[in-house]
Nanobody, 126 residues
Framework: QLMFVESGGGLVRTGGSLRLSCTANQFTVDRHAIAWFRQVPGKEREGVACISATDTSTEYADSVKDRFTISRDNVKNTVFLQMNSLKPNDTAVYHC???????????????????WGRGTQVTVSS
């Protein structure tokens, strides 16, 4: 059963921006470290960004550092991914996921993530 609903994906030109949203159902996001992952067919899933349950720490993949920002709105039970300066190799299906861990401990992309969404497609044209 899907636990997140992602939205905000679409087609954008190189250098453009998108804001992805990830709303949880049946649990509250402020009890979990929440991460965004992306998947390209034929490639390994890549951890993009992680935010701790306490909002005291965020972690990013080197490929998106200084371009992407992860944040959360606990009232809306939603986590966001602001993506700026998009590049063609950012094209992927983006998923959010919740971990039973509260912190994005290194290596955060290898933490167990129990709750997932279906994903939202991001396509960046050159």
């Amino acid at each position: 059963q899907l636990m997140f609903v992602e939205s905000g994906g679409g087609l954008v030109r190189t250098g453009g921006s998108l804001r992805l949203s990830c709303t949880a159902n049946q649990f509250t996001v402020d009890r979990h470290a929440i991460a965004w992952f992306r998947q390209v067919p034929g490639k390994e899933r890549e951890g993009v960004a992680c935010i701790s349950a306490t909002d005291t720490s965020t972690e990013y993949a080197d490929s998106v550092k200084d371009r992407f920002t992860i944040s959360r709105d606990n009232v809306k039970n939603t986590v966001f991914l602001q993506m700026n300066s998009l590049k063609p190799n950012d094209t992927a299906v983006y998923h959010c996921a919740a971990s039973p861990f509260r912190e994005c401990v290194y290596p955060w992309a290898s933490l167990p993530f129990d709750y997932w969404g279906r994903g939202t497609q991001v396509t960046v044209s050159s």
